[in-house]
């Protein structure tokens, strides 16, 4: 258990709508980050915060957005979803930028 | 653009000899490298890291090997057992200033009793 918890841990739902997915990083982490995970495809880093400000981006559609909260929680919303959307969404948390990385054990999201 | 590339997606070795995982890159300011191990329907975790100022760095079974000339690392587990049978990923950054960690694809390891 890596101290880090994602939810839902699945979710279905159907092209066109929209979804949140959650994250709650390690006690003492300030640093989130989140990546997707598409079949036979390696973790592409979508947006990272720091203390509730966004630090890093990758390739995040402009229908993806994210924040972190005061309390540190981050949100990954996701919205006009395509079914090319369906894939493994990692959060991953550390205790500054650059430190070592603890990921969530994911949240499995399927479009259809 | 993939930055951290895994050409091999699988290997198979047989319990008690060398597993040898392999790690190439393209962008050579990258100063601090990962792996990482993913069983099914969990979470990547923490595996080994080296800088860049080391060429070699161990942790019991596992050393990771930096060869920087090559933009090559390489994960070696001697000697590899039934429960090294896993996804592995190679993660790469740049600094101290909190940039992204860029991933490699994955290796799926199988480790035959």
Request: proline letters at 5%.
């Amino acid at each position: 258990d890596s101290g880090v918890t994602q939810t839902p841990k699945h979710l279905i739902t159907a092209t066109g709508q929209r979804v949140t997915l959650r994250c709650s990083p390690r006690s003492g982490d300030l640093s989130v980050y989140w990546y997707q995970q598409s079949l036979d495809q390696g973790l592409q880093f979508l947006i990272q915060y720091y203390n509730g400000e966004e630090r890093a981006k990758g390739n995040i559609l402009e229908r993806f957005s994210a924040q972190q909260f005061p309390d540190l929680h981050s949100e990954l919303n996701l919205s006009s979803l395509e079914l090319g959307d369906s894939a493994l969404y990692f959060c991953a948390s550390s205790v500054i930028p650059q430190e070592t990385q603890y990921f969530g054990p994911g949240t499995r999201l399927l479009v259809l | 653009d993939q930055q951290v590339k895994q050409n091999s997606p699988s290997l198979s070795v047989q319990e008690g000899r060398i597993s040898i995982l392999n790690c190439d890159y393209t962008n050579s300011m990258f100063d601090y490298f990962l792996w990482y191990k993913k069983y099914p329907a969990e979470g990547p975790t923490f595996l080994i890291s080296i800088s860049s100022i080391k060429d070699k760095n161990e942790d019991g079974r596992f050393t990771v090997f930096l060869n920087k000339s090559a933009k090559h690392l390489s994960l070696h587990i001697v000697p590899s057992q039934p429960g090294d049978s896993a996804v592995y990923f190679c993660a790469a950054t740049r600094g101290n200033t909190g940039n992204q960690f860029y991933f490699g694809t994955g290796t799926s390891l199988t480790v035959i009793p």
